[in-house]
Every structure is written in C-alpha cells, then in structure tokens.
C-alpha cells in the first residue's frame, strides 16, 4: 500500500510539472524574448525547444497553483487515514436475551452431567452385577439336578433316607438363592432401561454442548466489553472441556475391556462435575452484572 502510494503522488508531480510544457506557444516565446520568426529555422527551434521550461527563472500564479496542488494530493495520498475507534454493533449478540443463553445452557448442562453420571453407573451395575450372581451360585451345595434350592430341598426331605445334613445345608442356601434372584431381577430391569446407549449418546452430547458454549460464554464476552476476563468461571469451564475430552478419548479402549481406560473414564467425569459445580458458583457474580449491564432484547 505505501508503495502504491508513493508511485501515484510521483505521477501527480510529474503531470503538474509536465502540464507547464503545454502552454501557449507566444507565452514561451515572449518570455525569452524570442519573436514568432524564430520558428522560421530548425535550428532557432532546437535552440529554444524547452518543453518542461526548465530554464525559466520566473514562475505564473499558474504554475504555482498546479505545483502546490499536486503537492497536496501527493501528502494527501502518503498520510495514513486514521482507524476507527467505535467497536462494531453487535446487535442482539450485546444484549441480554443471548448472554442469559448462556447461564441458562449450564444450569441445563448441570442436570444433564448428573443424569449421564447416574446412566454411566446404573450401565456399570448391569455389566458387574453378574459377576455377583456367579460367585453367589458358587456358594450354593449340590441341587441334585434341581434347578432351585426350594425343588432340592422339597426332594431331600421326601428321599426315603433323609439326610439331615443336605437338609440343612439347603436351607442355609435359600437366603443365597433369594439374593441371586433379586440380583437377577435387578439386572432384568436395567437392561430393560438401556443404560448404554442412554449413556453414550447423552454424554456424545454433553461434549458437544459443553464444547460449543465454552466458547460462546467468552464471544458473548467480549461481543459485550470488548475483553475478556481470565478468572475461576473461564478456568473452570476450560478443564470441563478437557475432562471431556479426555474421558471421550477411553471409550474405544473401554470397548476392548481395559479397566485402566474405565477407571480414568470415571475419574474424569467425577473430576468434571466438580469442576462444574464450581463452575455454577463462580458463574453467579458474573450473571448479575449481566443483569445490571445489559438490556433486552
């Protein structure tokens, strides 16, 4: 651009100075005291042929003009304009309807980290519950190809030689068979629920959500102050994102069976609701000066 610049104040002095050669021909010739018969002989004219009148030591209100204008333009051209200082208008984006939008999502998003934590563990409770019912069933005696402890006990005490000692034992295993049964039905009904899917596909939200308005939260920001301001609530929501992030990043391991993975899945998201909930408090300051500083819409 200042190059630009440059070469368009040169050709403005180069037209001024050249604009003097196309005066009028009894003009220049006066001026040196030259009559019009001097034209007569080519030599007379290579004598006197002065187009930019550089040899003249006297200069017309005329002439001055031009060169003091061109002058003009050239500073004009090569003077920097000077920027605007009024920051753009926002619009809506500056008042109150999209920066409570944001107070809004995380009380929303709160709720919704705590029903995915409450999926992820009732899914967590349907994958070990039967490591439970098998030890249980590992504890019960012989049933003698009865497929309950009532049917090998009623069969036991009807034998024609009764053994008081298998009696008991049956006995003694009914309570174990009534805790594998409510242990199955327990695992009937959140299979019935669909905790998995639930939880996958709330927390693919989650991260979404939470991604997209840890950055909206500081654009609204700065839409309205023109700055931002680092503190606990942009920290905050900053390792939320990267809690996420990270515990999105063990599900293809968590697939494969790795405890490791599952464990800091968990850890993760438990660390990320902390960060949360300080989050929400740290948030409260901010939101009322939204309120006092802003206007609907």
Same mark, same amino acid.
């Given at each position: 651009?200042?190059?630009?610049?440059?070469?368009?104040?040169?050709?403005?002095?180069?037209?001024?100075?050249?604009?003097?050669?196309?005066?009028?021909?009894?003009?220049?010739?006066?001026?040196?005291?030259?009559?019009?018969?001097?034209?007569?002989?080519?030599? %007379?004219?290579?004598?006197?042929?002065?187009?930019?009148?550089?040899?003249?030591?006297?200069?017309?209100?005329?002439?001055?003009?031009?060169?003091?204008?061109?002058?003009?333009?050239?500073?004009?051209?090569?003077?920097?304009?000077?920027?605007?200082?009024?920051?753009?208008?926002?619009?809506?984006?500056?008042?109150?309807?999209?920066?409570?939008?944001?107070?809004?999502?995380?009380?929303?998003?709160?709720?919704?980290?705590?029903?995915?934590?409450?999926?992820?563990?009732?899914?967590?409770?349907?994958?070990?519950?039967?490591?439970?019912?098998?030890?249980?069933?590992?504890?019960?005696?012989?049933?003698?190809?009865?497929?309950?402890?009532?049917?090998?006990?009623?069969?036991?005490?009807?034998?024609?030689?009764?053994?008081?000692?298998?009696?008991?034992?049956?006995?003694?295993?009914?309570?174990?068979?009534?805790?594998?049964?409510?242990?199955?039905?327990?695992?009937?009904?959140?299979?019935?629920?669909?905790?998995?899917?639930?939880?996958?596909?709330?927390?693919?939200?989650?991260?979404?959500?939470?991604?997209?308005?840890?950055?909206?939260?500081?654009?609204?920001?700065?839409?309205?102050?023109?700055?931002?301001?680092?503190?606990?609530?942009?920290?905050?929501?900053?390792?939320?994102?990267?809690?996420?992030?990270?515990?999105?990043?063990?599900?293809?391991?968590?697939? %494969?069976?790795?405890?490791?993975?599952?464990?800091?899945?968990?850890?993760?998201?438990?660390?990320?609701?902390?960060?949360?909930?300080?989050?929400?408090?740290?948030?409260?300051?901010?939101?009322? %000066?939204?309120?006092?500083?802003?206007?609907?819409?």
């Amino acid at each position: 651009m200042t190059m630009t610049k440059a070469l368009l104040s040169a050709v403005l002095l180069v037209l001024a100075t050249s604009a003097l050669a196309f005066r009028p021909p009894h003009l220049a010739a006066s001026r040196h005291g030259i009559s019009s018969q001097a034209f007569d002989t080519d030599e %007379k004219v290579t004598e006197h042929f002065d187009p930019l009148n550089l040899s003249s030591s006297t200069v017309t209100d005329d002439e001055s003009r031009s060169v003091r204008n061109a002058a003009v333009a050239a500073v004009a051209l090569l003077t920097p304009m000077s920027a605007s200082a009024a920051g753009p208008d926002w619009g809506i984006f500056e008042g109150r309807t999209l920066s409570l939008l944001h107070p809004a999502s995380m009380l929303g998003m709160a709720a919704l980290s705590v029903s995915t934590a409450l999926l992820g563990f009732q899914w967590r409770r349907q994958r070990t519950i039967s490591g439970e019912i098998n030890e249980l069933k590992a504890q019960l005696p012989n049933l003698n190809g009865a497929k309950t402890v009532s049917e090998a006990l009623a069969a036991a005490q009807s034998a024609e030689m009764v053994d008081t000692s298998y009696v008991a034992s049956l006995r003694a295993a009914t309570t174990i068979e009534n805790e594998i049964n409510a242990l199955t039905q327990e695992r009937k009904d959140l299979a019935a629920n669909g905790p998995r899917d639930k939880h996958f596909n709330q927390g693919s939200t989650l991260l979404f959500l939470g991604t997209f308005f840890a950055i909206e939260g500081p654009l609204n920001t700065y839409a309205r102050a023109g700055k931002l301001f680092p503190g606990p609530h942009l920290y905050a929501g900053a390792g939320c994102v990267v809690l996420w992030a990270l515990a999105a990043s063990c599900v293809p391991a968590m697939q %494969k069976g790795d405890d490791t993975a599952r464990t800091a899945h968990i850890g993760a998201n438990i660390l990320g609701l902390g960060l949360f909930a300080w989050q929400i408090q740290s948030g409260i300051p901010i939101l009322l %000066k939204v309120i006092q500083f802003t206007k609907w819409p």
